[in-house]
Protein backbone atom coordinates (compact mmCIF):
# COMPACT_ATOMS: atom_id res chain seq x y z
CA UNK A 1 0.00 0.00 0.00
CA UNK A 2 1.33 3.14 -1.48
CA UNK A 3 1.34 6.63 0.38
CA UNK A 4 -1.73 7.89 -1.80
CA UNK A 5 -3.75 4.57 -1.24
CA UNK A 6 -3.59 5.33 2.20
CA UNK A 7 -4.50 9.09 1.67
CA UNK A 8 -7.39 7.97 -0.62
CA UNK A 9 -8.30 5.45 1.94
CA UNK A 10 -9.09 7.58 4.91
CA UNK A 11 -11.33 9.71 2.72
CA UNK A 12 -13.54 7.35 1.65
CA UNK A 13 -16.95 7.09 4.02
CA UNK A 14 -19.02 3.78 3.05
CA UNK A 15 -22.49 5.14 3.35
CA UNK A 16 -23.66 2.58 5.74
CA UNK A 17 -21.61 4.97 8.56
CA UNK A 18 -24.39 7.49 7.58
CA UNK A 19 -27.16 5.48 9.04
CA UNK A 20 -30.67 4.28 7.45
CA UNK A 21 -30.86 8.07 5.91
CA UNK A 22 -27.36 8.28 4.50
CA UNK A 23 -28.07 5.17 2.89
CA UNK A 24 -31.07 6.33 1.35
CA UNK A 25 -29.46 9.79 0.50
CA UNK A 26 -26.01 7.93 -1.14
CA UNK A 27 -28.31 5.44 -3.26
CA UNK A 28 -30.19 8.66 -4.59
CA UNK A 29 -27.10 10.78 -5.52
CA UNK A 30 -25.53 7.59 -7.21
CA UNK A 31 -28.80 7.63 -9.31
CA UNK A 32 -29.63 11.42 -9.94
CA UNK A 33 -27.07 13.81 -12.16
CA UNK A 34 -25.38 16.75 -10.61
CA UNK A 35 -26.94 16.49 -6.94
CA UNK A 36 -26.34 19.42 -4.82
CA UNK A 37 -26.99 19.32 -0.77
CA UNK A 38 -29.35 22.25 0.37
CA UNK A 39 -29.28 22.94 4.20
CA UNK A 40 -32.34 23.53 5.95
CA UNK A 41 -32.03 25.46 9.55
CA UNK A 42 -33.21 23.40 12.38
CA UNK A 43 -37.27 24.92 13.04
CA UNK A 44 -39.41 23.84 16.33
CA UNK A 45 -41.10 21.07 14.46
CA UNK A 46 -37.86 19.42 13.03
CA UNK A 47 -34.42 19.51 13.34
CA UNK A 48 -31.57 20.22 10.87
CA UNK A 49 -32.62 18.60 7.21
CA UNK A 50 -31.14 18.38 4.09
CA UNK A 51 -32.56 18.97 0.61
CA UNK A 52 -30.51 17.07 -2.38
CA UNK A 53 -31.37 18.33 -5.58
CA UNK A 54 -30.69 17.08 -9.29
CA UNK A 55 -30.25 18.91 -12.53
CA UNK A 56 -33.14 18.19 -13.57
CA UNK A 57 -35.02 19.77 -10.44
CA UNK A 58 -35.82 16.47 -8.98
CA UNK A 59 -35.97 16.81 -4.94
CA UNK A 60 -35.93 14.79 -1.33
CA UNK A 61 -35.47 15.85 1.53
CA UNK A 62 -34.09 14.63 4.92
CA UNK A 63 -33.73 15.17 8.45
CA UNK A 64 -29.67 14.68 9.48
CA UNK A 65 -29.04 16.90 12.34
CA UNK A 66 -26.38 19.54 12.64
CA UNK A 67 -23.78 17.77 11.65
CA UNK A 68 -25.14 15.15 9.74
CA UNK A 69 -25.64 17.60 6.43
CA UNK A 70 -21.92 18.64 6.19
CA UNK A 71 -20.51 14.86 7.31
CA UNK A 72 -23.47 13.64 4.49
CA UNK A 73 -22.10 16.43 1.72
CA UNK A 74 -18.63 15.51 2.35
CA UNK A 75 -19.23 11.71 2.35
CA UNK A 76 -20.95 12.19 -1.03
CA UNK A 77 -18.71 14.24 -2.63
CA UNK A 78 -21.00 16.96 -3.47
CA UNK A 79 -21.46 20.99 -3.03
CA UNK A 80 -23.13 22.03 0.07
CA UNK A 81 -25.02 24.95 0.79
CA UNK A 82 -27.00 27.02 3.52
CA UNK A 83 -30.50 27.82 2.21
CA UNK A 84 -30.72 30.60 3.93
CA UNK A 85 -28.15 32.23 2.39
CA UNK A 86 -28.46 30.96 -1.30
CA UNK A 87 -32.34 30.26 -1.48
CA UNK A 88 -33.25 27.32 -3.18
CA UNK A 89 -32.64 26.32 -6.55
CA UNK A 90 -35.13 27.44 -9.66
CA UNK A 91 -34.72 24.41 -11.08
CA UNK A 92 -36.47 22.73 -7.74
CA UNK A 93 -38.92 25.38 -8.18
CA UNK A 94 -39.68 24.70 -11.84
CA UNK A 95 -39.81 20.55 -11.24
CA UNK A 96 -42.73 21.27 -8.67
CA UNK A 97 -44.44 23.29 -11.00
CA UNK A 98 -43.97 20.63 -13.61
CA UNK A 99 -45.15 17.96 -11.35
CA UNK A 100 -48.55 20.02 -10.25
CA UNK A 101 -49.22 20.48 -14.02
CA UNK A 102 -49.08 16.71 -14.44
CA UNK A 103 -51.29 15.61 -11.57
CA UNK A 104 -54.06 18.20 -12.51
CA UNK A 105 -53.59 16.65 -16.70
CA UNK A 106 -54.20 13.15 -15.05
CA UNK A 107 -57.32 13.58 -12.50
CA UNK A 108 -59.02 15.86 -15.67
CA UNK A 109 -58.41 12.76 -17.85
Do not use: C, N
Not at 18 to 35: D, I, K, N, Q, S
Not at 54 to 69: F, L, N
Amino acid sequence: MGLFDRLRKGREQPSHRLGPEGEYLAEWTRTHRGVEAFVEPKTTVTDVTVVLVATDGEWTRRIVGERGARKLAAALRIPVYDVRKTGYPQRMRDFDARRRIQKRRAREQ
